[in-house]
């Protein structure tokens, strides 16, 4: 059986289930995109081709495994995006909680059923149906779980809005003797540099007392000066709007010193080397056009 444990977002990583891109299906319609950067793409003829992001996901399991990392990948769904593992469910202690997602991603979830079935049936928690909520808007910081998520009236109408209160309120109820805080994010349909499509799209933390921040993604400036009051101005990375489309804050770690970047991420690795981070840098900029990153692609299992 596995013994899930996952408390914050850099303990030493020992088991993750890393998503994949065979089979990863034709180049969607402009109809078909679930986000504003893949349909951007779509429309100018920049889609990421499938071997390309199958490449680097090679490099990314190669990086894992060279720190000894239990690597777990979904069966493969044809004609199925299975990249983004984050979305598709998380883990909080030892609980595994499955991510109500968009209901066209239902079969990923299917793809790791057979990991499911090493997990005692009673660590599983399954949200109620109205209860909305993505891997890539929680995020574990000891005794915080930070959330984002969108409150405008016209939720249901955002694609790009996966969180919803209903979802945070869940989270609250299964884990009380955590300090939870949930943090309105911007959305758009049609602008990827105004679209935070999950809170590790602009937040992150790194190493011991770190993170890096994208302080306009934030609704409320309340909810950004919460986590500097946490963290600290100077240990904060500050991004820009541009560095927040690349998907700087959606980096990943692997333990307190060591973190697995974007190669092209130039500013973002000099400050992590110059912070003392061992800095493992790999190509992922083919699947960064569909929104989402190295800390997306990733559902940990296991980090002691």
Known sequence: MLNLHVKNETDRLRTVILGTAVSNGPTPTEWEAYDPKSLEHIQKGTYPKEQDMVNEMQAFEKVLKKYDVGVIRPEIMRDCNQIFTRDIG???ENKLIKGNILPDRADEWEAIEYVLDEINPNDILIPPEDAHIEGGDVILWNDYIFIGTYKGNDYSSINTA???QAGVDFIKKSFPHKIIQDFDLFKS???ARENALHLDCCFQPIGKDKAI??????VESEDYYYLVEIFGEKNLFHITAEEMYAMYSNVFSISPEVIVSERNFHRL???LRAQGFFVEEIPYHEIGKQEGLLRCSTFPLIRE
Do not use: P
């Open 90 to 92: 998380f883990v909080i």
């Open 162 to 164: 996966r969180t919803n």
């Open 189 to 191: 349909m049609t602008n």
């Open 213 to 218: 921040i994208y302080k306009d993604g934030f």
């Open 269 to 271: 690795n000099t400050w």
